[in-house]
Each structure stands twice: as C-alpha cells, then as structure tokens.
C-alpha cells in the first residue's frame, strides 16, 4: 500500500487538532441554476458523481488517526471509501435566505472531520431563494492550503456555460506532474524514521545557505527602526484584546462581496495594493466593532498575513506557507492615513521577504510567529499575560479566477472562504477575488463574538468611508 508523509507544516496542522481548536478549512459556493434546470438536477449530478472514480489526494487518509502526536504520520488509500459520508445533501426550508444559509454553515463548521476517514466533506444545500443552491465543501488544512484548494476549485468547474460534463473536485483528475518518490508496500515506522532523519538533514544543509537571510531579516524586523523597517510589526507588539481569549467549540460565520474595481481605484489612487486596500476596509470595521463594544485597544490590532512560497508551476497539496505581520491601523481614525500606515507597513515586511529563499522565508515566518505559543497558553489559561501579544487575527487573501465559471451550467455567484479561528485568535478574516469581485469571509468563536454580522457591515461601511475620504 503505497503512503505519502506528511509534512512538517502538515502535521501542525493535525497535532493542533483539540474539541475547541478544529484544524479545517472550507467554502461556500452558491450558485444560480441555468433555466432548463430539471427537477432532479442535482440528484443527477451526485448519482453521475457515485459512479466515477475519487482521485488523489480525495481518497486519503491518515495511516494510524487515533495516534494524534506521532512524527510519522502519513496518507494512505482509503480502500472502504464511502460516498454517502462525505456527500451529503441538506436543504433550508424554501425559500431559504442569506440569514438561514449563515446559520447553517456556522453549524457544519462547528463539526470536526473524522479523521479515521479521508479528512473532508461536500454539503450540496437546495432550498436558496429562486431556485438556487450552494455547495459547502470543508477540508482538513493538513490535506490541503488555500492555495491547493483555489487550483481545485479551477479544475473542478468550467468557463463554457453550456458545458454539462463538469465533475465534482473529488472526481476531477489532477495533472500529472513529477511525484516525490514515495514508499511502496506495508507502512515501515523504522523505514519512516530514517526517511524523516534524512529529510531534516537535507533540510539542514539547505538551509545554511538560508541562515543568514534569516538572521538579517530577523534582526531588521526586530531591532532596525530606521529606513522604514520599524513600520514592520514584530513579535511582541499587537495589544490584548477580545479576540486573543479562548474559544469554545461553536462557530459564526459572516460574507461580505465587493465589486473589485472598488478596490482597483483606491489601490491605484494611493499606490497601495488590493490587499492593503483591504486591510484598512476590515481596520476601520474592527476599529467600528470594539468601539461599539467599549473594547477598542489603544494600540493598533496586528493581523497574521499568510503567504504562498510555493515554486512557480506548483499544482499544490499539502502547505507551503510563510507569514508577514501587520498593523490594521484601528488605532487611526482617518481612513486614509490608515491606508498609508498599512501599505508603508507591509511594503517594508515584503521587501525583507523579497531577500529571501523559499526556506528561508519558512523558517523567518517560523521565528516570528513563535511567541504565538504562549498567547495560545493564555488563552487556554484564562490568564492575561503581562507580555504584548504576537498577534490578533489573521487575515488571507486568496487569488482566485477573474471569469465567470460554471459546474453544469449552474453559474457560480461568489466563493466565500470559511478558515480557523484558534484559542487565542477568536477571528479569521479570508479575502478571495472572483469574476471581478471580492469576496469576504469572516468566520469566528460564536461565544466570543455572537454578533459577528455586524463586523461584516462595519467592514462595508469602513470602504465607504475610504472612498469618500479619497475624493476630497
């Protein structure tokens, strides 16, 4: 039976697996059915999609699940794969509205994957207003990243509107490209551990000529305060606040869609990018939101900002991310200055990246994050610690295809991401970009922040306030 390891990355991901702390990711697609739409559509489509073969890495799972904390982990073949389990349909009660199809993905959310099967699940919803429905596809972030997922969304659906052979993600072939070696025959723990020893001793000697970079990246982020690198946030500079508390195992969840030229001009108008543009949209929803709470912080909310290290022409699986931090600018209340202490921020946070290899970079992003630990100690505690926090949130933006696409004519309205929120970092904001639109999922600890809808509108109103702002 052949098996495939885990990565270092990957198995955080597992091993941060708790009854509070659920280590998946997932989407919500919905979608407009064309108008010849017959009456078992989409019974048709899960009965055409029973008959086809799953595909790699869809039909994976862990070799030994019930050992959580083992650094041998790896992905063998499921061979009693069932369909039923991981399709699933459910329907709101017609017509269904935007409030009802929230609720009941922040309930599916709120689910651990079973990890003694392969680690996802398809949720076809029917019952949306005018006959639409939507697909909720949740995956555990140690089979894939957000990166891995975008590639899959693109396979899986189509840019012809007439096209009525598309096939779900899990039967859509992957292109071949060149494979690691990987053992064939019966799992060998020995064989495994000396594969793992040779692998972290090629990392090692990699990762010399990385030191360096490292070093001097490490040093500019935390030490320099001149030639713009003071503007980076460091390790022990975000402020205590709601969100860095610990959180119970229920889930909310909340979209917002923009048109993208929206965020085109102001990028444009202030030499900004989309994503700093961004930023300063969700900071001043953030700064909106606690304020109306009476828990805004003096000091600005830092933001985790994950970054894709992949090498050009990767297909993805797996995760290979690095990270930057930054400041969201809730301590300004002028929108454009906020927008400006964003992008000067960031600029100088990537302009370090820029200097870097691909493992140098991992192991920066590593570095930095490490104090994280013990905000999620503190968090577990109930304790405050007496230390500044690495961060409060973090927040992803994820490329995602400028054309419309289609799966069996059904034309896809938005894609909105649904991420982790973890003990210590109550929020996690993901951006997504489709068919010149941006698209906002912002899902969080139900408990910590029931009224999560209103960071949503407080989000909206704040881009506003730029673009008025803009144009005196």
Not at 13 to 28: D, N, P, Q
Not at 424 to 435: E, K
Request: with cysteine.
């Amino acid at each position: 039976m052949a098996t495939k390891r885990l990565g270092l990355q990957d198995l955080l991901f597992i091993y941060g697996e708790t009854s509070s702390s659920k280590m998946h990711v997932a989407g919500l697609l919905p979608f407009t059915p064309p108008p010849d739409t017959s009456v078992d559509y989409l019974r048709q489509m899960i009965a055409d999609a029973r008959t086809q073969e799953v595909v790699s890495p869809w039909n994976l799972k862990l070799a030994h699940p019930r050992l959580q904390y083992s650094p041998l982990h790896s992905w063998v073949p499921d061979d009693d794969f069932d369909f039923d389990y991981h399709v699933r349909r459910s329907a709101l009660p017609s017509p269904g509205d935007e409030r009802e199809l929230g609720i009941l993905v922040s309930r599916l959310h709120s689910n651990h994957l079973d990890l003694t099967r392969p680690p996802w699940e398809l949720h076809v919803i029917e019952g949306l207003e005018d006959g639409r429905f939507a697909l909720y596809m949740k995956i555990h972030h140690a089979l894939v990243d957000g990166y891995s997922a975008m590639r899959i969304l693109a396979r899986s659906l189509s840019r012809d509107p007439e096209a009525r052979d598309t096939r779900f993600f899990f039967t859509a072939p992957i292109p071949a490209r060149s494979p690691r070696p990987e053992q064939s025959g019966p799992s060998n723990p020995v064989a495994s551990a000396v594969r793992s020893l040779t692998d972290v001793g090629n990392a090692v000697t990699s990762g010399v000529s990385a030191a360096a970079g490292l070093a001097s990246a490490v040093v500019n982020t935390q030490v320099r305060r001149d030639s713009g690198y003071g503007l980076i946030a460091g390790s022990a500079s975000a402020p205590h606040s709601i969100l860095n508390a610990r959180i119970s195992r229920n889930r909310r969840f909340a979209t917002q869609q923009y048109e993208f030229d929206r965020f085109k001009r102001l990028s444009a108008q202030h030499g900004a990018t989309l994503n700093d543009v961004a930023l300063a949209a969700l900071g001043g929803g953030l700064r909106a939101f606690l304020s109306e709470r009476d828990n805004l912080p003096e000091r600005s909310l830092v933001a985790f900002l994950p970054v894709n290290v992949r090498p050009h022409g990767d297909e993805g699986g797996g995760n290979s991310v690095g990270a930057i931090l930054a400041p969201m600018g809730t301590d300004i209340a002028d929108p454009v200055e906020r927008l400006e202490t964003i992008t000067a921020a960031t600029g100088a946070a990537k302009a370090e990246l820029q200097k870097m290899s691909q493992a140098a970079i991992i192991a920066y992003s590593a570095s930095l994050l490490a104090p994280a630990g013990a905000q999620i100690a503190a968090a577990l505690t109930g304790m405050r610690p007496p230390w500044p926090y690495t961060f409060n949130l973090c927040v992803s933006n994820v490329p995602g295809p400028r054309e419309p696409l289609y799966f069996n004519g059904s034309r896809l309205e938005a894609t909105y991401p649904v991420s982790i929120p973890i003990h210590g970092m109550a929020l996690n904001v993901t951006l997504q970009s489709y068919a010149e639109t941006i698209n906002v999922g912002f899902v969080g600890c139900r408990d910590r922040l029931p009224h999560l809808q209103r960071l949503a509108v407080h989000t909206g109103e704040a881009l506003e306030e730029l673009e008025t702002a803009s144009q005196q």
